[in-house]
């Protein structure tokens, strides 16, 4: 589904990389399947384009952007706009946290707005040296021995508790047993 982008003139700001992220997630599986996240996202990303950022608004969203009736469309009675706004959040969020993660701009609906905001995301810090393989393998062997290790010194320590308990129980038993025969004679 290729959608083109418009904007309102050539004076207006150059937006490249704001167009190029909007392109990618409207390619991205997770939004191109869904036709209402599709002209969602299209229309308020090409309002804020062309600088009409104020004429996002529900209204607008729900009669331009996702087909309902001039005359008939109420926000009281409809909550379609609402509800596809949440719903796109949650995408958004979702397709950031896993294939956009790395993305150096991030699209984002604010909670309770329907301006988009284009973040910039930081670099990401360049990767330490991982040991190799072998030193991997080793150190996941350490680490299970050590938890093995644990696990034994708590069982033999709750070995030994229950088996010092019971000791004190048969001596008290034993000496009980001994006072008690003694004044019966």
Known sequence: MDLELHTASPASANFQKE?????????SPEISRSASFVRFLSFICNKYFEGAANEIREYSI???ALGRKESSFDSHVDPIVRVTARALRKRLCEIYERDGKSRSLHVVLPLGHYVPRFVRQPDPPA?????????????????AAAI?????DRTIWRAASILLAMSGVFLAGLFLG????ESSQ
């Open 19 to 27: 167009k190029e992220e909007l392109e990618w997630l409207l390619h």
């Open 62 to 64: 729900a009669v331009d």
């Open 127 to 143: 990767e330490p040296d991982l040991p190799g393989p072998d030193a991997r393998a080793e150190e996941m062997q350490t680490s």
């Open 148 to 152: 093995f290790t644990r696990a034994n």
């Open 178 to 181: 001994q006072s008690t025969g």
